[in-house]
């Protein structure tokens, strides 16, 4: 019985003295997570920690020492630029999305034409009429040329009913490609082309496909660049007839348009415009040779009253005549200085407003390399050289050549007339014409023509004054 007892207290001792080792070893083995964040200095994200502490304490204290090396180590490596020089170019959120691994070429383009919602593309050798009501002796309201777009509103009888541009009226539904054979025709048809994302405060444009590849220039967002070519992570763009280069694609958004049906009166309009256009400069030509017959006539009026007036005064007129002498030396002088400088000027009483403002009438015409016509295409320098031309400015016809005439002016106080010119890599490559409100007309590209343009369409290099 004794024995009994004895053995009841050990048993009893034994147990308390298990509990209590049992209570200080889980004291001591788990500390609580507020404890936890402040041994580590992670006090906001001690609630999280409790909330799972009570369903495995060893694994929230292992994972509360290492995730916060493994979370800063994510950050950084997803906040580093691809180079130090993209910095510049595009803001650190931008560089920090990298590009999706299923964002290929062929599922990015898709996706971004198909959105465009193209129903039906003509089919047309050349155009087809447009007529009001579905039959041949309908009056024509309009041309639809091939290629076009237009989006199908109906089709009865073999006739289709369409809506393209401002024009609205009926076909033969067999000059039309409609559905899934329209969608075939986009790449063909379609003009792909670029807008930087608005995320985006300026874009580099390399030289080649390559975040190392040098620098051609860099283009602002709410400006439309011509896509020429498409790879796995690069645009190949057309800036002008003189620069083209490759963005990233991340950068930007892909979009197509389409050429649409001309109406009738906005055939007529065009017509009329181009017919305004080779008046203007027949009238131009005009001006400019009666000015010089009349400069002409002057200069050989006082050449000869001078000679008169040496035969009658003699001697006493030596003076005169020196100074007369000394300042045909001086004007001499200043035009071989400008025919250095790669122009020469005859007054023609005309500003750099009254240029800018007939470089205009010539928006819409071809652009054509190495053409100096107004009318029938021009290049960047020869727009300029034969505007400037046809008011007693003769320009060498090369952008690099411009770029060393008149006087130089500073980017923010360029006035109508001034000539801005773009650097193709370290040189310059492309020349416009201010026409105010921050805006440039020039010879652009054979996909464009002669157009106006913002003037930071592209990165200015210089400007140049040639009037006053």
């Not at 041309?143 to 009226?169: E, P």
């Not at 986009?186 to 080649?208: A, C, E, F, H, P």
């Not at 590849?213 to 439309?224: D, V």
């Not at 300029?384 to 411009?402: F, R, V």
Request: a positive charge.
């Amino acid at each position: 019985m004794l024995k009994s007892r004895r053995l009841k207290r050990k048993a009893v001792c034994l147990g308390l003295t298990a509990t209590l080792v049992a209570g200080f070893a889980v004291t001591f083995v788990v500390p609580t997570a507020a404890n936890i964040c402040r041994e580590l200095n992670m006090a906001g994200i001690s609630l999280s920690l409790d909330k799972f502490s009570s369903n495995n304490k060893d694994s929230i204290i292992n994972s509360s020492v290492s995730q916060p090396a493994q979370t800063a180590t994510e950050s950084s490596v997803s906040a580093t630029p691809e180079t130090t020089a993209e910095v510049t170019a595009e803001p650190a959120k931008e560089v920090k999305k990298a590009p999706k691994k299923d964002d290929s070429p062929k599922r990015v383009d898709k996706g971004l034409i198909t959105d465009m919602d193209v129903k039906a593309i003509s089919t047309a050798s050349d155009y087809v009429h447009v007529r009001r009501k579905p039959n041949t002796h309908s009056k024509i309201v309009g041309r639809l040329y091939k290629g076009c777009s237009a989006d199908v509103l109906k089709v009865k009888n073999g006739w289709a009913k369409i809506r393209s541009g401002n024009v609205t009226g009926y076909i033969k539904k067999s000059y039309l490609a409609i559905g899934d054979n329209a969608k075939k025709m986009i790449g063909k048809y379609g003009q792909k082309y670029v807008r930087v994302k608005t995320t985006v405060v300026t874009l580099n444009v390399r030289k080649k496909a390559d975040i190392k590849s040098k620098i051609l220039t860099q283009i602002p967002i709410e400006e439309n660049y011509d896509v020429l070519k498409s790879t796995d992570h690069w645009y190949k763009i057309e800036i002008d007839g003189d620069t083209k280069g490759y963005v990233r694609k991340e950068y930007v958004t892909l979009h197509v348009r389409f050429k649409h049906a001309k109406s009738m009166a906005e055939i007529k309009a065009e017509h009329r415009r181009k017919l305004a256009a080779k008046r203007a400069e027949r009238q131009r030509l005009a001006a400019l040779a009666a000015s010089r017959a009349s400069s002409s006539s002057s200069s050989s009026s006082s050449s000869s009253s001078s000679s008169s007036s040496r035969s009658s005064y003699g001697s006493s007129s030596s003076s005169r005549s020196y100074s007369s002498s000394s300042s045909r030396r001086s004007s001499s002088s200043s035009s071989s200085s400008s025919s250095r400088s790669g122009y020469t000027a005859s007054a023609s009483g005309s500003t750099g407003s009254d240029i800018a403002s007939y470089a205009q009438k010539f928006v819409g015409n071809p652009y054509r390399w190495g053409g100096t016509s107004l009318t029938g295409g021009a290049d960047c320098s020869g727009f300029t050289m034969t505007i400037y031309a046809q008011y007693g400015y003769s320009l060498p016809h090369s952008s690099a050549s411009q770029a060393g005439c008149g006087r130089s002016v500073s980017l923010s106080s360029v006035q109508p007339g001034d000539l801005i010119f773009y650097k193709h890599g370290s040189s310059i490559g492309h020349v416009a014409m201010y026409i105010g409100g921050g805006r440039v007309v020039h010879a652009q590209s054979a996909r464009t023509g002669i157009t106006t343009s913002s003037m930071y369409y592209n990165q200015p290099a210089c400007a140049r004054r040639i009037v006053g």
